[in-house]
């Protein structure tokens, strides 16, 4: 079977990605979480803001276990198509001060904009 050709992966380590990211929060079960689109990661939490942050140190666990493993093709998975109409159906959230750093810094990847919008089922669009 022949294999696919893709970007060299070590090349990744050397380079520092900015990338912006797109999170649909919504309740499940008496919490919130947030479910961002472009990794199909989620954190929850009490309030949007704390579900936000736990979303982002997922992100950053698994930038860092991406980096370790060298299997990059873990990094970049979408979520389901059914998690980007609700956040085209959604709300614009401000956080406020938010900090989208990891504990410990990820070299290669920064957070530098977070888009957010609340998602509930009154946001539903009529058929």
């Given at each position: 079977m022949h294999?696919?050709?893709?970007?060299?992966?070590?090349?990744?380590q050397s380079k520092r990605y900015k990338m912006p990211i797109r999170a649909v929060i919504y309740r499940e079960n008496g919490e919130f979480v947030a479910h961002c689109l472009e990794f199909d990661l989620v954190g929850c939490g009490d309030t949007p803001k704390h579900a936000i942050t736990n979303m982002c140190d997922a992100i950053f666990a698994q930038v860092e276990e991406v980096l370790r493993?060298?299997?990059?093709?873990?990094?970049?998975?979408?979520?389901?198509?059914?998690?980007?109409?609700?956040?085209?159906?959604?709300?614009?959230?401000?956080?406020?001060?938010?900090?989208l750093a990891?504990?410990?810094?990820?070299d290669c990847i920064e957070?530098?904009?977070?888009?957010?919008?609340?998602y509930s089922d009154s946001d539903l669009i009529p058929a």
């Open positions: 294999e696919a050709t893709r970007p060299k992966d070590e090349g990744m493993s060298g299997n990059f093709g873990n990094l970049f998975s979408p979520a389901d198509s059914a998690y980007f109409q609700m956040f085209a159906a959604g709300k614009n959230v401000t956080l406020g001060e938010l900090c990891p504990e410990t810094p990820v957070i530098e904009q977070l888009e957010a919008r609340e």
